[in-house]
């Protein structure tokens, strides 16, 4: 199949959209797919582009035997509601040309991923134009996140947003997304149940296995090999409730046998570290090369993974896969009743997102039990092998492709993997 790919976010990416697009691209590439990507210069989660790269030209590259079309796109220097809006825009426009440089390639389908959904009017109309299909993946449902977490308000707009966001999603042939909660949203949303995919992100099980002994972090970062470690990575973002994390090292610096390490970057990793300063219990890194992840989840005795309350149903957290496949278990700031809860509840556990002294008694009730921790790991590992591994997702993924290529119906309807 020829398959064009269109995103804000690709590899080099470390992160969220970006990693799992890239490897995407890399998986459809290496079993015999023509693919291409139209994508802006990596810049996230840094909001900063990254070094060897430019923010003001196009260029071609070649990635992995995918062919990538990088277009100009502005980068805020401060994030907010309107300055975001501001970037995706830019990129938006931008990316116009470098699409239509695919015209005489003539792709089979045009799959694009939210955000951002501002790209959606040109994907559809290049799709309809070259008589292939339309895919929306949906990493997230950035108009109700940005009204939910306040970056937009008033309820006129919101009307006019969502209906123009409705109007938009029902014109893809085919709507994919990483959560059932998720699928179930874009039911409501007015997408019929024939045209829904589930395709959740996934984990390379074989590169990320559990440690059998310590990390190469410990003996870098100085921490003890008896000390039990509370890991934090991944996009240091608004949507994840970073100050929870530095409010429970606060009321556990006085359990030296508790640390807590915290790897990323992003708009909030400043004010974390302003919170943690002077606290002896906390260390703080840089997103690793994909060449460590393994070792970097490995070092987490437990993985820390909060939610803001208003944000917590709205996303199944990238970032989850590969906690679970380090084979370690997972605190999680979510509600029983959502997937994340449910999922946590089964490999760690789900506390009420915000609830601070709740998050921290669940962290210090799995560092005084060495035996529940293991279980609960061993469980994670399996579900992380069952549901998440890379070549039975995106195995599935291509056939689903395919089934929407041929027209098909039923095949591309959703399943749980």
């Known amino acids: 199949m020829k398959i064009l790919c269109y995103g804000i976010n690709f590899a080099p990416e470390l992160t969220g959209i970006g990693k ?11 079993h015999g797919h023509d693919v291409r990507m139209v994508t802006a210069p990596p810049y996230y989660p840094a909001w900063e582009v990254q070094a060897g790269y430019s923010g003001s030209r196009y260029v071609t590259e070649t990635w ?70 339309a895919w929306l993946h949906i990493q997230d449902y950035e108009v109700d996140a940005a009204f939910d977490l306040g970056l937009l308000k008033g309820g006129r707009l919101r009307r006019f947003v969502s209906a123009m966001e409705r109007g938009l999603m029902r014109r893809f042939d085919r709507i994919s997304t990483i959560s059932h909660r998720m699928l179930e949203r874009a039911g409501r949303k007015g997408t019929d149940a024939d045209r829904l995919v589930f395709l959740p ?11 059998t002994g310590d990390s190469s972090f410990r003996a870098e970062l100085g921490i003890a090999s008896n000390a039990v470690v509370a890991l934090y990575s991944g996009n240091m973002g608004g949507k994840q409730g970073l100050e929870l994390l530095a409010d429970v090292a606060i009321l556990s610096k006085d359990r030296p046998e508790l640390q807590f390490v915290f790897c990323g970057g992003g708009s909030g990793r400043a004010d974390l570290m302003k919170r943690c300063e002077g606290l002896a219990n906390v260390r703080f ?36 896969t590969g906690m679970l496949s380090s084979g370690r278990p997972v605190v999680a700031g979510a509600r029983a009743d959502t997937e994340l809860g449910k999922v946590a509840g089964e490999c760690g556990i789900a506390v009420a997102p915000d609830h601070v002294q709740d998050f921290a008694a669940a962290i210090w009730a799995l560092a005084a039990d060495p035996e ?11 579900f992380a092998e069952q549901r998440f591994d890379r070549d039975a997702v995106l195995g599935q993924f291509a056939r689903d492709l395919a089934a929407c290529v041929a ?11």
């Open 20 to 30: 799992y697009t890239g490897e995407m691209v890399a998986w459809l590439s290496a």
């Open 64 to 133: 992995n035997g995918a062919k990538v079309f990088r277009t100009p796109v502005w980068v805020p220097r401060k994030v907010t509601g309107k300055t975001r809006l501001l970037h995706l825009f830019s990129f938006a426009l931008a990316s116009i040309p470098a699409l239509l440089a695919q015209w005489r390639w003539k792709p089979d389908v045009v799959w694009m991923t939210e955000p951002p959904l501002v790209c959606a009017p040109a994907a559809l109309a290049f799709a309809r134009m070259r008589s292939a299909k």
């Open 201 to 211: 992100n996934w984990a390379d099980v074989q590169a990320i296995q559990p440690l």
């Open 285 to 320: 890194m840089d997103l690793q090369p994909v060449e460590r992840l393994g070792d970097l989840l490995g070092l987490a005795d437990i993985h820390l993974l909060p939610q803001r309350a208003d944000a917590a149903d709205l996303v199944m957290p990238s970032k989850l």
């Open 372 to 382: 529940r921790r293991r279980q609960l790991g061993l469980h994670a590992r399996q």
């Open 407 to 417: 027209g098909e119906v039923e095949a591309a309807a959703p399943r749980t993997i």
